[in-house]
Nanobody, 115 residues
Framework: QVQLVESGGGLVQPGGSLRLSCAAS????????MGWYRQAPEKQRELVATFTSGGSTNYADSVKGRFTISRDNAKNTVYLQMNSLKPEDTAVYYC?????????WGQGTQVTVSS
């Protein structure tokens, strides 16, 4: 089993920044995909950004140039730096980790962009 603990959500004004963190613990494999998804009210969960163990990154078109995913391998932690936030970025952000055939989710952290 893998546990994912997220932190860093909150309320921010349009144009502001937030940094999300997700720390993984438990049965950590060296080959994985880890990243962030989000779900806005009455919408489906969507990919935001992911990081493979090989170092490749993938971003949703809607966040390219504004969000940056990074990691600290020693801490098994993935970060999401979110800049130039827009009201449409408001959602619950979920950390995700895929190892082999297993998929793990964090509990979610609320990000609200509003003036």
């Amino acid at each position: 089993q893998v546990q994912l603990v997220e932190s860093g959500g909150g309320l921010v004004q349009p144009g502001g920044s937030l940094r999300l963190s997700c720390a993984a613990s438990g049965s950590i494999f060296s080959i994985y995909v880890m990243g962030w998804y989000r779900q806005a009210p009455e919408k489906q969960r969507e990919l935001v950004a992911t990081f493979t163990s090989g170092g490749s990154t993938n971003y949703a078109d809607s966040v390219k140039g504004r969000f940056t995913i990074s990691r600290d391998n020693a801490k098994n932690t993935v970060y999401l730096q979110m800049n130039s936030l827009k009201p449409e970025d408001t959602a619950v952000y979920y950390c995700n980790r895929v190892q082999g055939t297993r998929v793990y989710w964090g509990q979610g952290t609320q990000v609200t962009v509003s003036s």
